[in-house]
């Protein structure tokens, strides 16, 4: 059986938020060929609940930012990448604080995932946050966003309608639901 993985990797750039290498990798069948693989440090996303576990519909707060490369406004959950040797829940706590200004008495991991592993190897751990507290927000200086309440239901329709086209976000939510189900 051939061993695959990387043979050696060549970094082209580094800036604030990813790392483009050109790795030689050797395939399944033994050849080997050049990547261009986008490193990200991996990132945490939450859903905030607004209301208890055991509602009918409970809300959720979801947030509406500007997003460059997609030149609009998208409906998101808050997320945010992981610093150096941060674990998955302290960057959801932080990210849920600065993005919403909600602390939350308990998080629940739901799953991780790989955001387009054809050429990045960002990961993205989700988690559910319950029990929020208001302290205020602190969004950094390029980050355009508002808070929207909105009852896990409409959520949900909104990601069948196309009104929620971030995947993580879509993907979060029908997770969720389904849980609540």
Known sequence: MTQTG???????????VVSL????VRFPNGTTGELEMIRHPGASAVVPFLTEPGVKDPVILLI???RYAADQYLYEVPAGRLEVGEPPERCARRELREETGYDAERF???FSMFTTPGFTDERIHVFQAHGLTFVGTAHEP???MSTEEIPLRRAVQMVQKGEIIDAKTAIAILLSA???S
């Open 6 to 16: 990387k043979v050696s990797s060549r970094r082209v750039y580094t800036g604030r």
């Open 21 to 24: 290498d050109v790795d030689t």
């Open 64 to 66: 509406k930012q500007y």
């Open 108 to 110: 629940q991991h739901v």
């Open 142 to 144: 390029d980050e355009f």
């Open 178 to 180: 389904r849980e609540m």
